[in-house]
């Protein structure tokens, strides 16, 4: 029964959250806050040690529950759209059967417990209040906050807004380093903190849309926005990032090539959106690969040119 159950889980996983990938979006999201406010504060050369490690892993931790949370939550509804035909669907481990609802239970209070003991380890801490108090903030999200007009019906752009709740992943990234560093905040604070949430949204809205021949009962961006409507919001969020990250990275001192691939890389992710403006094709409304080359440059770049620039010193 164990050994079906990993199996189960292990293609889940694979399909769902792929370690590798998985693993490098979270350390760049925590460690683009994480190393930026050391930076910013003159904290140099900047300090790695345990508290980052517990503070990349509870990341990748934090974006496996949200994951999970909402396969647990829409299964139903994902197997209602697989069986209309939606592509998006038809292949999902839990539309197929390669995983139970009970696996899911089992591997989300299992990331639980590893993602609360692990904070354990760093004391009482800002950090633990942080991932305790946003992850229940979370949790309440997933519930729609128990408000029954919000939980009736909800579209993408109430998707959308709680997609807002990466903020909290940042502020515990923030708190990891007040733990560590002290409470040297400046005015650059706000920006690192509200720069991955744009990252996150332009991905968020990218991936979901469609022309109008081939919207299905999927809720996407486009069947509330038009194809143009939110074609233009995913071209808006790359762009607030970009203003965020640009003068932010001159602060911080993360060097010209930085700034210059994050500014490459924006446009491609504008030219993207151009392209599909300008003749729109199916292939062309898959903005979501540009969007996570963006973000991957924009954010995994700056922790790697901070690291490059001000050297570290291990605790």
Not at 80 to 86: I, M, P, T, V
Not at 125 to 152: K, Q
Not at 228 to 246: E, N, Q
Request: aromatic letters at 10%; one cysteine or more.
């Amino acid at each position: 029964m164990i050994a079906g159950t990993i199996k189960r889980l292990r293609a889940y996983v694979n399909v769902m959250f792929p370690p590798g990938r998985m693993l490098a979006t979270g350390a760049a999201f925590f460690l683009s806050v994480y190393l930026g406010l050391q930076a910013v504060a003159g904290a140099v050369p900047i300090q790695l040690g345990w508290p980052a490690a517990v503070g990349i892993v509870s990341t990748v931790l934090w974006m496996l529950l949200v994951r999970l949370n909402d396969d647990i939550a829409d299964m139903e509804v994902d197997r209602k759209l697989a069986a209309a035909g939606d592509p998006t669907y038809q292949g999902r481990p839990t539309v197929t059967g390669a995983v139970r609802h009970s696996d899911l239970r089992l591997l989300s209070a299992a990331a639980l417990a590893a993602f609360l003991a692990l904070n354990v380890t760093l004391g009482l801490s800002v950090a633990l209040a942080a991932c305790v108090f946003g992850w229940f903030v979370t949790w309440l999200g997933f519930r729609w906050f128990f408000i029954e007009r919000w939980s009736r019906n909800p579209g993408p752009l109430a998707y959308l807004g709680r997609k807002g709740l990466t903020v909290l992943v940042a502020v515990y990234a923030a708190a990891v380093y007040v733990d560590q560093i002290g409470w040297a905040l400046t005015r650059w604070t706000v920006p690192l903190l509200l720069a991955p949430c744009a990252g996150v949204a332009c991905w968020e809205v990218g991936r979901k849309i469609r022309l109008p021949a081939e919207e299905t009962a999927y809720a996407t961006y486009s069947s509330v926005l038009g194809w143009r409507g939110a074609t233009a919001l995913t071209g808006s969020f790359v762009v607030a990032s970009w203003i965020m990250l640009l003068p932010l990275a001159g602060a911080a001192e993360a060097g010209t090539a930085y700034a210059v691939l994050l500014s490459f890389a924006a446009l491609l992710a504008l030219g993207s959106c151009a392209r599909l403006l300008l003749r729109p094709t199916r292939e062309r409304t898959r903005l979501g690969p540009w969007m996570q080359l963006y973000g991957a440059v924009a954010h995994g770049g700056l922790a790697v040119a901070l690291l490059l620039r001000h050297g570290t010193t291990l605790l």
